[in-house]
């Protein structure tokens, strides 16, 4: 994997720097793209490039600009991860319109928008992977996941057909559905502060997944795979 580059898109703490720590490891460099521009906390080997950019999803031009940028920079990107979304998440009565279409960007046309830069790069040189971090919200609506819910949705449908369309030429889409809750600092304190350590999913083994399928061979390519605790009631 040495050279290939491996743009994370929704890079943070949690499920992102867990996507970085795996793909760092199996040799990938690393453009790492988020609202705030945020760096690796642990320094990679002194082989590894490894790059920041701040950008916001749910604006195409400028999320263009950023991904030719990446491309500039660094070479062609090859795995592209897309992690970014917006937890918009309340009922009818607690969510606004504005919130909806905020979610619906950035998890949507956000995808749409770098599809649409590097799927037909991948195409013409007949490799590539776009993996998109999915949620059980894909499936099927919640009282609270109002405005989650659709977005998250929308995001499947679009990689299907994505899948469809640039599978045959050689670039390999795959949707992640994560079904469980993901072990993070703030899942712990803010969503279910008393819940015992195999109530999670861990981000790790998430991104060893997403690792996975994006090494897969062209005669057995998956498309959607789903994750979860073994107690998960599904």
Not at 50 to 59: E, H, L, N, Q
Request: contains cysteine; charged residues 20%.
């Amino acid at each position: 994997m040495a050279g290939q580059v491996c743009a994370i898109i929704g890079f943070g703490p949690g499920l992102g720097a867990a996507y970085a720590k795996i793909f760092l490891e199996a040799g990938y460099d690393l453009a790492l793209l988020s609202r705030s521009g945020a760096e690796l906390t642990s320094k990679p080997a002194a082989n590894s490039v490894v790059k920041s950019y701040a950008c916001d999803t749910g604006i195409p031009e400028t999320f263009t600009a950023v991904l030719e940028q990446v491309e500039s920079d660094m070479g062609t990107i090859e795995v592209m991860i897309y992690n970014a979304d917006l937890g918009q998440f309340g009922t009818l009565e607690e969510v606004s319109e504005t919130e909806l279409e905020q979610s619906w960007r950035v998890s949507v046309l956000g995808l749409f928008t770098a599809a649409k830069l590097l799927g037909p790069r991948m195409s013409k040189r007949g490799t590539g992977k776009i993996i998109v971090s999915g949620a059980t919200a894909a499936l099927r609506g919640n009282d609270w996941t109002t405005a989650f819910a659709p977005a998250k949705a929308a995001q499947r449908i679009l990689s299907q057909s994505l899948a469809k369309q640039l599978g045959p030429k050689g670039v390999h889409v795959a949707y992640l559905i994560i079904d469980g809750v993901i072990d993070t600092q703030d899942t712990r304190q803010n969503f279910s502060p008393n819940a015992p350590d195999e109530f999670y999913i861990q981000p790790d083994q998430i991104a060893k997944m997403a690792l996975f399928v994006a090494e897969q061979d062209r005669s057995a390519w998956t498309f959607e795979v789903d994750m979860r605790p073994f107690g998960e009631k599904w």
